[in-house]
């Protein structure tokens, strides 16, 4: 079975663009996690969809947006991007979503921020 | 305190050792215990999952979880310098279904 699949791998943006970073979840799994990583915050959860319905939020602005597809396919979007956007943004996919599931992470898209 | 609390480390063990890596947590009505192994570079990969009290063995891997201490620890026996990552703690608190993360301990296996 496929594993969890992200694009871009890598993109480097401007100040004030806007990004949209895709996730693939493994085949059958309905939820989708999206995480940002950096060094001085470690993981930190942005969003959970889950049958096309965002199911929790984390703490972060309304520049960051997602949405999940018929397929579970799931795309998340930064707005108006800061140079503290600069990370590594997860995507991990599961069955049952975070309600107890087991989360697989996919290669994870790194953004810079210039 | 924090949600999930894990010793930053550097862990440092010989190789052939047992590493034992710890983590505590706040919410009591947590039920559901993960730990994650990532590499520099690279994204997190589940090692165990954990939901009841006792032991959990998955061929070098052991862990372990009580509730009533609030602690769910990690040991990897006759450790490997393939070893050698940040070891992430997580679970999944009662009030919410998200699931949180620890700060993740570094392992460092020496030959």
């Known amino acids: 079975k496929a594993g969890v699949t992200q694009t871009p791998r890598y993109l480097i943006k401007t100040r004030g663009q806007q990004v949209t970073l895709s996730c693939s979840p493994i085949s059958g799994h309905r939820s989708v996690s999206w995480y940002q990583q950096t060094p001085g915050q470690g993981l930190q959860f942005l969003f959970e969809y889950f049958s096309e319905t965002q199911r929790n939020k984390g703490n972060f602005p309304g520049r960051f947006s997602g949405r999940q597809f018929s397929n579970s396919r799931s795309e998340m979007n930064v707005s108006t991007l800061e140079l503290g956007d600069s990370a590594l943004y997860l995507c991990?996919?599961?069955?049952?979503?975070?309600?107890?599931?087991?989360?697989?992470f996919g290669p994870g898209t790194r953004l810079t921020v210039l | 305190q924090k949600e999930v609390e894990q010793n930053s480390g550097p862990l440092s063990v010989p190789e052939g050792a047992i590493a034992s890596l710890n983590c505590t947590y706040s919410d009591r009505g947590s039920q559901s215990f993960f730990w994650y192994r990532q590499y520099s570079g690279k994204s997190p990969e589940l090692i165990m999952s954990?939901?009841?009290?006792g032991d959990k063995e998955d061929g070098r891997f052991t862990a372990q979880l009580n509730k009533a201490s609030q602690y769910v620890s990690l040991l990897i026996r006759d450790s490997q310098p393939s070893d050698s990552a940040t070891y992430l703690c997580a679970l999944k608190g009662s009030s919410a279904s998200k699931i949180i993360f620890g700060s993740g301990t570094r392992l460092s296996i020496r030959p």
């Open positions: 991990a996919s599961s069955f049952t979503g975070t309600q107890g599931g087991e989360q697989f």
């Open positions: 954990i939901y009841s009290n």
